[in-house]
């Protein structure tokens, strides 16, 4: 199972980015989906989640600035990242996750200049 990520560069504050992450291998009705951040000298924290069946859950940080959603057939995760700030910068991982599994995402960098 690999879990490919994109769509992280350098954005200007304000800009918009999105993150896309998707899974190959032998891997079938993946549960949680996730998005977590590693930023320069912090833990990784959990930015959006989303379940199969859609529920969704953010990081009170990124509440109405960023989007996630998944296409299940296509066993991918995206994170629409809107108005982009300067503290958002970090490393991004994907995540997905089930019955006796979790699978990490290589990270894609964001930057973000002001």
């Known amino acids: 199972v690999q879990l490919q990520a994109s769509g992280g560069g350098l954005v200007q504050a304000g800009g918009s980015l999105r993150l896309s992450c998707a899974v190959s291998?032998?891997?079938?009705?993946?549960?949680?989906m996730g998005w977590y951040r590693q930023a320069p000298g912090k833990q990784r924290e959990l930015v959006a989640a989303?379940?199969?069946?859609?529920?969704?859950n953010y990081a009170d940080s990124v509440k109405g600035q960023f989007t996630i959603s998944r296409d299940n057939a296509k066993k991918t995760v995206y994170l629409q990242m809107n108005s982009l700030k300067p503290e958002d910068i970090g490393v991004y991982y994907c995540?997905?996750?089930?019955?006796?599994?979790?699978?990490w995402g290589q990270g894609t960098l964001v930057t973000v200049s002001s």
């Open positions: 995540n997905v996750h089930g019955y006796g599994y979790e699978y």
């Open positions: 291998g032998s891997i079938f009705n993946i549960n949680g």
């Open positions: 989303i379940t199969r069946g859609g529920s969704t």
